[in-house]
């Protein structure tokens, strides 16, 4: 094997009107920009990102991380000025902030916060290796305070508000599931004077929805609760057909 190269490297650049092809991704590298980029390490075994810092009028990310012999730890952080480049349709601010580990058994946990116009999310999840399948256990945290914001990117002149949380796990390599919703709307109004109608005032929503190895589809304690309806029950479906109990 070769010998470990010794790194303590400090990189600092310039840029203007990068060009990848992307159609998302070119608007917010235009302009002049800056790179900083501070390694310290034994290559390939060990490496340390002291600092990492990209920024242009369109996009400013840092971020920082350790690895070791394949495991590692890194964190990052994210801020766009404006996110309509990389969603058409949406515009105002965003940001992410967020830590990525591995560790020797390639065992990944993932925490994030996501900021954007009217809307908070916040998302912690562990990865199994692929042996397992990739299950993940995750739970999500969202808050959107105007439904509005969200018109041009889906073409519906919605508006309302939403809260909610989904907590559970996913076995992407079982194709399977296991989830837990627990959710609270006001107001929510999809353009559609009828269902607008239903969903007046504040509802909830809750149940727990799983899909097994054999691909039967389970809602089980569905909960959901307007002023002016209420579903409870469960459902259950696959292949051949489905059956629901529902008050």
Do not use: C
């Not at 012999?69 to 994210?78: R, T």
């Not at 058409?88 to 992410?96: I, K, R």
């Not at 999500?140 to 990117?153: E, F, M, N, P, Q």
């Amino acid at each position: 094997d070769p010998a470990l190269s010794d790194i303590d490297l400090r990189i600092t650049g310039t840029t203007r009107d990068i060009q990848t092809g992307i159609p998302q991704i070119d608007p917010l590298l235009a302009g002049p920009g800056a790179i900083d980029i501070d390694l310290t390490g034994a290559w390939p075994d060990a490496l340390t990102i002291r600092s990492l810092s990209v920024g242009t009028p369109g996009i400013t990310l840092t971020g920082e991380g350790t690895f070791v012999d394949g495991a590692g730890i890194a964190a990052v952080s994210l801020r766009l000025p404006d996110v309509a480049p990389v969603a058409p349709g949406f515009s105002g601010p965003a940001s992410l902030d967020g830590a990525i580990g591995r560790d020797e058994s390639g065992l990944i946990q993932l925490e994030a916060s996501v900021t954007g116009p009217a809307t908070t999310a916040n998302v912690t999840a562990t990865i199994k290796p692929p042996e397992f399948g990739n299950h993940t256990d995750l739970s999500i945290a969202a808050d959107v305070t105007d439904l509005a914001v969200y018109r041009g990117l889906t073409g519906l002149p919605l508006s309302g508000a939403f809260r909610g949380t989904i907590d559970g796990s996913i076995t992407p390599g079982a194709n399977a599931f296991d989830l837990t919703v627990d959710a609270r709307a006001t107001n929510i109004d999809p353009g559609n004077a009828t269902v607008a109608r239903l969903l007046r005032g504040t509802g909830t929503v809750a149940g727990r929805v799983s899909m097994g190895t054999d691909a039967n589809l389970r809602v089980r304690g569905l909960d959901v609760r307007f002023p002016n309806f209420t579903i409870t029950g469960d459902i259950g479906a696959n292949r051949n057909g489905g059956t629901a109990t529902l008050d």
